[in-house]
């Protein structure tokens, strides 16, 4: 009887400590993130001696459909070129240049024009020479990374639908030096002039031969809203004032002839310091929809190029931990991008070409930026933090204690289980009741008070956790579990030994003020 006692404090004493949660504290940790960087933008490469050179742009007007550009009508043109003297480079020399392109574009042209070897009485053959071309967004290209590339020596380099921002171009020159005819080439330098063509739509058209609609849709901030939540609507178009919703079939773009599809862009802008947000959009309509959705951040999407896709049920960028798709049927397409990438976002429409007409359903659409998905699907508080810089404002849900997920939708436990854990675990503290009755029995009374009063408090201390009722803060409850279960211990111990009373109440003492300290410090 007498083992029973210490044994069971010691497991209520190790459950209450293993359940004991700290939510008047956080906890910090800190990161040291070295980024190594040249001190002039001009001068790159792994010690800061590779110049790059900026191409000079100019806007060339109206493309007339001749040139490398043949073809494209109705498009606008900014050419940029190098400095033919300085485009001279040696046999594996690599040479890198640099333009920023300003606004939605349709296609990048890289090529070359005037390729001369030296020295000009040179034995070789240009036609053999290898002039390889690396493209990369935003950052360095190399031969072995790279976004795009190509021989601009067979062909220009093509890049439909770049992104908006700073572009990088090496050009490296291969195969100078090559027996040709029995003969050794004394070809040492390859020189040439870099032409790079973009190619703009007019206000309000994309896609090939600017054939398609486009839009840029205003932002509309929501009421009585958390900062940066907003609608995303056509300027002028017709929109549903209670939801906020648009009407697509009267933006769409026509099918070309013989066409199976079109194309409809729609642009928004995701403002600087929103990044934390997540970008919702929907379609809804009253007929099986024939839409597929393409979203891309920073230049136009296409089959073969975008961020984010949505086909079907089957068929979306469903892998991403970034992309959600909730409740998407025939009639319906409701997904979310989260945490979503702060700048011009394209979100294009591919309407299928079918025998039904446009006009014979309505579809609505409605994309805003939003705080937390599905507003915590009403099982939590969206809370909100700024980032160590203060500039960007990202948002979470803080979960009720049936709930879990990032937007709180997945019930770890229902409420009628809720309901028999709490019970169970408060009733559970009712196991006091057999050290205090042999306490009782043994006319241990100190011991008596300490076991009945850890029994209570214990309770009292779940009961709180689980949610039930607070007899007092959850700090106190808290401060009291663990204390006198840790009494309760230490009293069963010393009643054990036999050494006198007096040293009996003073270890007694000591013990009690030093699990206090430890108590209250944690």
Known sequence: MLAFVPIHLIVVLHY???????RNRAY???????????????????????????????????????????????????????????????????????????????????????????PLDSIGNSSRIYLMCFARYGAMPLATLHDYSGDLNQSPLVIRFP????????????????????????????CYSLEVQELECPLGKAGPNCSSERYMLQTVLRKYSTPFESYYLPDGGD?????????????LSNYSVGGLDSWTYFLLDVPRGAAGGNLHVRLMSDRKMNYEIYARNGGLPSLINWDYYYVNKTSSSGDSVFFVLYNSSDEKVDFYILYVKEGIWNIALRHLN????????????????????????????CKSALDTSGLTLYSFCACDRNHGGFDCSIEIVSHQGHIWQSIA????????????????RQKAFAEWVVYTVSGISSGLYHACDVGTWCVLSFGVLQFMDFWLSFMAVVSTFIYLTTIDEVFKRAIHTAVAILTALMAITK
């Open 28 to 118: 910090s940790f800190t990161a040291n993130i070295s980024v190594e960087g040249c001190t002039t933008s001009t001068m790159q490469g792994q010690y800061c001696n590779q110049t790059i050179e900026l191409l000079s742009c100019a806007r060339s007007g109206n493309s007339s459909g001749n040139g490398s550009v043949s073809g494209f009508f109705n498009q606008s043109m900014v050419l940029c070129r190098n400095n033919f003297e300085t485009s001279c480079h040696g046999d594996g020399e690599m040479k890198i240049y640099s333009l920023e392109i300003l606004r939605i574009t349709e296609s990048l042209t890289i090529s070359v024009q005037n390729l001369r070897l030296r």
């Open 239 to 251: 929109v549903i004032s209670d939801a906020l919703n648009f009407h697509l079939e009267p933006l």
């Open 354 to 381: 079918s025998t039904g007409d446009i006009s014979d359903g309505q579809t609505t659409m409605s994309i805003s930026l939003e705080r937390c998905p599905k507003r915590c699907s009403y099982h939590g508080a």
């Open 16 to 22: 209450c400590y293993v359940l004991q949660i700290v």
């Open 425 to 440: 675990l408060i009733a559970s503290n009712a196991a006091a009741v057999f050290p205090a009755f042999w306490a009782l």
């Open 163 to 190: 992104k908006v921002g700073q572009w990088y171009i090496s050009i490296l020159a291969l195969h100078l030096a090559k027996e040709i005819g029995g003969a050794l080439s004394n070809v040492s330098k390859v």
